[in-house]
């Protein structure tokens, strides 16, 4: 009996990791969904650019000047930029483009993205929300591929591929690998139904299904993506839509960054917006497996090793707990060595993203996690 339940738990551990993506493929493999093909001029929605920016003085001027190279119909394309209580020059730049039709909305005070967001996209008039971070440059067709799948009345989000650049050598090799899965996953599921979440630093979606959520959300690109899921649209990975965003300037910050995402997952949850209320079963099937399960990850590694240590004469269980102290040991010489050689950057960046994870979901239960926070400095 102890052998049966250690194996079922072992492979639910392994499952959002291993086993998922195996099946999202040959899913897909089944059900192919063929792209949107180009759509005219004449026939192409209008859309706000939206660009939410705390104190980007640094890039601020390349961002407005990459958005007016877009090639989208200047007379179909509003560009907006939030100034959320910036206290460099921030907005100062921005309203030096004022003649080039950029609008400025000029925050005194910070108050946090979706704050922003709630008060600004149901008052415009578009047809089309693309939602942008202002630390990310696009290529210059990003908006029309992201607005081409519009052409699909079934679409309701589209999100884009941000690539990262210039990221801290502390990261290497294992968040590339860790980004292409993501593209991956996100793909397959867009053909075999709908993503889960969008990239918040390139998204698009109808205006008319935005639904403004709480001001304190932590995840809004999980959160409102939702939203359109529920209200019987698609969201869809565009992979033409492209972005490159500087790279996290430290492991640490890159931790930071993991934890906020699992707490405001915990918050969505909790406040029942993260949950895909009435979406059909091939949705439940995505929601559960690249996202439930493995924000539950933690949960069923420790149910292994507990089953593993419970039935220690038996020996699946000697191999499960010597996996996991070789797995712990080569991630603590790569903690204490720096080395970047694979075998010691694999255990340590999936432990590290467990122990995220984990304090994530704490603060995001206990309501710890601030809605406010800042990049580091480089």
């Known amino acids: 009996m102890w052998c049966a339940m250690l194996i079922a738990a072992i492979l639910l551990f392994l499952y959002p990791f291993l086993l998922y993506p195996a099946l999202l493929l040959a899913a897909s493999l089944w059900k192919p969904r063929s792209r949107a093909g180009k759509t005219n001029a004449a026939d192409l929605p209008s859309v706000a ?4 920016a705390l104190n980007e003085q640094k890039i601020i001027r390349q961002k407005v000047e990459n958005s007016l190279a877009l090639r989208y119909p200047k007379e179909k394309l509003n560009i907006v930029v939030v100034s959320d209580g910036s206290t460099d020059a921030t907005a100062d730049i921005v309203r030096e483009y004022g003649s080039s039709g950029i609008e400025l909305i000029e925050q005194k005070t910070r108050r946090g993205k979706i704050a922003n967001l709630n008060e600004i996209l149901p008052a415009r008039g578009e047809d089309i929300l693309v939602l942008s971070d202002a630390n990310v440059i696009y290529h210059p067709d990003a908006l029309t591929y992201l607005i081409s ?11 884009g591929k941000v690539i990262l650049t210039e990221a801290s050598p502390d990261l290497g ?18 053909e075999i139904y709908s993503m889960v979440g969008a990239d918040g630093a390139m998204y698009a979606l109808r205006r008319d299904l935005f639904r403004p959520c709480p001001n304190d959300t932590l995840i809004e690109d999980f959160v409102i993506p939702m939203a359109v899921v529920r209200q019987g649209r698609r969201v869809v990975f ?17 931790f930071r960054r993991k934890v906020r995402i699992a707490a405001g997952s915990a918050q969505a949850l909790m ?12 949705f439940w099937f995505v929601f559960l497996s ?16 507990l089953l593993s240590a419970l039935s220690f004469e038996q020996p699946l269980s000697r191999m499960v707990l010597a996996a996991f102290a070789a797995a712990s040991a080569l991630a603590l010489l790569r903690s204490l060595t720096r080395w970047t050689h694979p075998i010691l ?11 995220a994870l984990v304090l994530g979901l704490l603060k995001g239960i206990m309501g710890q996690q601030t809605v406010l926070w800042a990049k580091e400095n480089r």
């Open 49 to 52: 650019l939206v660009i939410c």
């Open 149 to 159: 799948r519009f052409a699909d009345a079934s679409v309701g989000c589209v999100s």
């Open 173 to 190: 090799d294992p968040t590339e690998r860790y980004y292409s899965l993501e593209w991956f996953l996100q793909e397959k599921a867009s």
């Open 238 to 254: 565009e992979p033409r839509a492209l972005g490159w965003e500087q790279g996290p300037a430290s492991l640490r910050e890159e």
């Open 271 to 282: 406040r029942g917006n993260g949950w895909p209320r009435n979406a059909p079963a091939k």
């Open 290 to 305: 690249h996202k439930l399960l493995r924000w539950l990850s933690p949960v069923n590694g420790i149910l292994v090793l």
């Open 345 to 355: 950057t694999a255990p340590f960046y999936f432990l590290l993203g467990q122990v």
